[in-house]
């Protein structure tokens, strides 16, 4: 993952709590109606809660991204979120590519 997506994810703010309780059918709700309105979410539970992240992705029928600690993040399936821009042709000039063309005889 390159550094700069790396960033944008640590800037994410979580938007899902998932509490004693545990992953419920509830949560498994609104995972999916916050990535209807997001691209990216990023979910945090606590600490003596056992939640499995691949599990919580599978029943929210999305993508997971990245898990650290307690902490992960999930993108809509279909949208695709690490997708580099097209390059533009370089254009260069005659003088930096060396073909210039030479008008008339040196003496």
């Not at 949560?27 to 979910?43: A, P, W």
């Not at 056992?50 to 990245?66: G, H, Q, R, S, W």
């Not at 533009?88 to 000039?93: E, I, Q, S, Y």
Request: hydrophobic share 35%.
């Amino acid at each position: 993952m390159s550094e700069t997506t790396d960033r944008s994810m640590q800037d994410l703010k979580p938007t899902v709590w998932i509490g004693k309780q545990g992953c419920t059918e509830t949560m498994i709700e609104e995972i999916i109606s916050q990535l209807k309105k997001r691209r990216l979410i990023k979910v945090k539970w606590l600490q003596n809660t056992d939640v499995d992240p691949e599990a919580v992705a599978f029943k929210a029928k999305a993508n997971l991204v990245e898990v650290r600690g307690r902490t992960m993040v999930l993108e809509a399936k279909g949208k695709c979120v690490f997708v580099t821009p097209a390059k533009k042709p370089v254009t260069r000039t005659a003088r930096e590519t060396g073909k210039m063309k030479r008008t008339g005889k040196r003496d």
